[in-house]
């Protein structure tokens, strides 16, 4: 049995707006059927500048914001989120990265990886995160029940 692959024309792309997009090809996020790819996310440039010792935590926190919004124009969350990356270009402050995961995936808890890399084409970004989400089925809706006499 052969399962046919969705066509270009059922995908939902989104956009965050972010300069690079289109000079690099690519969008912020794809919905395909039930599933969601959110591409790799750094914070906004003002957050980047942020420095001190929980740095790695407002940035990731800053990134985290950003894939939640692509999840909800996808009309997905974090609770649909069954995979996240990390990259990170300081293993050592793993805990700052792993706290702003934790906030926001708690509940879910999807697999997760965390690599450190030598750096981010933004210089100043601690941390890339990218995410990929399967929106769980609605449950059926019951027909309201009908009150009244019955058999009468």
Do not use: C
């Not at 914001?65 to 649909?80: H, P, Q, T």
């Not at 050592?92 to 906030?103: L, M, P």
Request: no cysteine; charged share 30%.
């Amino acid at each position: 049995m052969t399962r046919s692959s969705p066509r270009a024309s059922d995908r939902q792309r989104i956009s965050s707006g972010a300069p690079w997009e289109a000079t690099v090809g690519y969008s912020r996020a794809i919905r395909v059927g039930d599933r969601v790819f959110v591409a790799g996310t750094v914070a906004p440039e003002a957050e980047r500048r942020t420095r001190g010792p929980d740095a790695g935590y407002r940035q990731a926190s800053a990134a985290l914001k950003i894939v939640e919004s692509a999840l909800k124009e996808a009309g997905a969350s974090f609770d649909d989120v069954v995979r996240t990356r990390m990259f990170v270009t300081d293993i050592r402050r793993w805990e700052e990265f792993g706290r702003a995961h934790q906030e926001a995936f708690g509940r879910a808890r999807p697999a997760a990886t965390m690599v450190q890399v030598e750096r981010f084409i933004p210089k100043d970004a601690l941390v890339e995160i990218e995410v990929d989400a399967v929106r769980a089925p609605r449950p059926p809706t019951r027909p309201p029940r009908r009150r009244g006499n019955r058999g009468a």
